[in-house]
């Protein structure tokens, strides 16, 4: 399984980036996904996540109404929406698929497979 992830960049506050990640030998539609981001110095963090089938979007409160998890299960490609961008979103994003239905979002450790990241900066 690969994870590959696209769509990072830089932008200005109030912005917006739509990032995609797309898979190799792995369904979509059987398993949960998320996006996580990770900032210099900082832990982590579960930012959005889906179960298979792509319901049961969840959202961290610090995106909540401005980010938009999604998947195309066609081309077997999540993405992660993100809308008025502010700079504490600046951060590595990575997208990670677990070999579950369910997975707790914001919990690593349920997930088995990671992309290496794509970085987005917001000035």
């Known amino acids: 399984v690969q994870l590959v992830e696209s769509g990072g960049g830089s932008v200005q506050a109030g912005g917006s980036l739509r990032l995609s990640c797309a898979a190799s030998?792995?369904?979509?539609?059987?398993?949960?996904m998320g996006w996580f981001r990770q900032a210099p110095g900082k832990e982590r963090e579960g930012v959005a996540g889906?179960?298979?089938?792509?319901?049961?979007?969840r959202y961290s409160e610090s995106v909540k109404g401005r980010f938009t998890i999604s998947q195309d299960y066609a081309g077997n490609t999540l993405y992660l929406q993100m809308d008025d961008l502010k700079p504490e979103d600046t951060a590595m994003y990575y997208c990670?698929?677990?070999?579950?239905?369910?997975?707790?979002?914001?919990?690593?450790?349920?997930?088995?497979?990671w992309g290496r990241g794509t970085q987005v900066t917001v000035s």
């Open positions: 889906v179960y298979g089938g792509g319901g049961g979007a």
């Open positions: 990670a698929a677990g070999d579950g239905f369910y997975c707790v979002y914001s919990r690593p450790t349920d997930y088995v497979y």
């Open positions: 030998g792995y369904t979509y539609s059987s398993y949960c």
